[in-house]
């Protein structure tokens, strides 16, 4: 495998990558906020959970 070779694959992962993210993204966006809990909740929780 050359370095163009390899900066092709190397490309196509980044492009595989970005949009699984995105397919993620978009389900947990479609799933909305109800049950969610904010990043200081989250913090509080496993702050206490750890004392």
């Known amino acids: 495998m050359?370095?163009?070779e390899y900066r092709q694959?190397?490309?196509l992962a980044e492009q595989s990558e970005d949009?699984?993210?995105g397919r993620l993204a978009d389900a947990?966006?479609?799933e909305g906020t109800a049950g969610s809990v904010s990043l200081e909740e989250m913090a509080a929780q496993?702050?206490?959970h750890h004392a």
């Open 28 to 30: 947990a966006e479609a």
């Open 19 to 21: 949009a699984w993210l």
């Open 2 to 4: 050359d370095i163009d």
């Open 9 to 11: 694959l190397r490309h």
């Open 46 to 48: 496993l702050h206490t």
